[in-house]
């Protein structure tokens, strides 16, 4: 019987599958470039909105029953625009990473990756459903909710979502995920605790607001894509 030579003896990767190497996490988009990026676009973007002579900031960057509610010539096409992007991006994060999530889970891959995607799918969604819905601010206050403790139980949800998820965060891009809790925490902090109606107040809060929203989306779509980047390399060399 032929000895087995453990010494060059394929090493079996993370997910399950014998290579020559262990595979490298597929860095299709660094994190650089993805600050770099969105931070720039989304500046020039509030900016332009905050400058530009036609439309008040206010209506393009507040929620549109806000902004309806304060007009004296409701409703315009425009109103609540910004807000209304933000919801998107929200839900077309959630859908990819719970579209992942699903796709791991079935191809039988890493399955702390895959409640990681799903976790963060159901987490995005609930927050993009809130901010569509006015949860916060306008429904949970009607029964008696206040806005601070919502914000308090959201902030303990996302600290959750990192003590459990540590791992895959500080594997994947952490920088960008650090500055979009930090563009939404100074969001959450001028809405909680700024109460004016002053324009330059309204533009860092939804302008930040935005922003946070694009690199926590960026950040779990390219983990994401990594995950999937690594099972198919895997499968890949498998067949070799």
């Given at each position: 019987m032929q000895a087995i030579d453990y010494a060059n003896r394929p090493m079996l990767d993370e997910v399950g599958y014998h290579s020559e190497k262990p595979l490298k996490t597929g860095r299709w988009l660094g994190s650089g470039t993805i600050l770099f990026t969105i931070v720039g676009l989304g500046l020039m973007f509030i900016t332009a909105i905050a400058l530009q002579p036609w439309?008040?900031?206010?209506?393009?960057?507040?929620?549109?029953?806000?902004?309806?509610?304060?007009?004296?010539?409701?409703?315009?096409?425009?109103?609540?625009?910004?807000?209304?992007?933000?919801?998107?991006?929200?839900?077309?994060a959630a859908a990819v990473c719970f579209f992942v999530g699903c796709l791991l889970y079935t191809i039988g891959e890493d399955s702390r990756?895959?409640?990681?995607?799903?976790?963060?799918?159901?987490?995005?969604?609930?927050?993009?459903?809130?901010?569509?819905?006015?949860?916060?601010?306008?429904?949970?206050?009607?029964f008696g909710v206040p806005e601070l403790l919502t914000y308090g139980v959201y902030g303990g949800l996302a600290f959750l979502h990192l003590l459990f998820f540590w791992r895959e965060i500080l594997q994947s891009r952490v920088t960008v995920f650090l500055v979009a809790g930090s563009m939404l925490a100074m969001s959450v902090g001028i809405d909680a605790f700024i109460h004016n109606d002053h324009a330059l107040r309204i533009v860092m809060e939804d302008g930040a607001k935005l922003i946070g929203i694009a690199l926590w989306g960026a950040f779990h779509i390219a983990a994401g894509f990594d995950y999937l980047l690594e099972a198919s390399r895997g499968r890949t060399e498998q067949t070799v």
């Open positions: 439309v008040p900031a206010g209506d393009l960057l507040r929620d549109p029953l806000a902004v309806a509610e304060m007009s004296e010539t409701c409703c315009k096409l425009y109103f609540g625009f910004v807000s209304t992007l933000g919801s998107l991006m929200w839900f077309m990756r895959a409640t990681f995607m799903v976790a963060a799918a159901l987490f995005t969604a609930w927050l993009g459903a809130d901010d569509l819905f006015m949860i916060h601010d306008h429904v949970l206050p009607e």
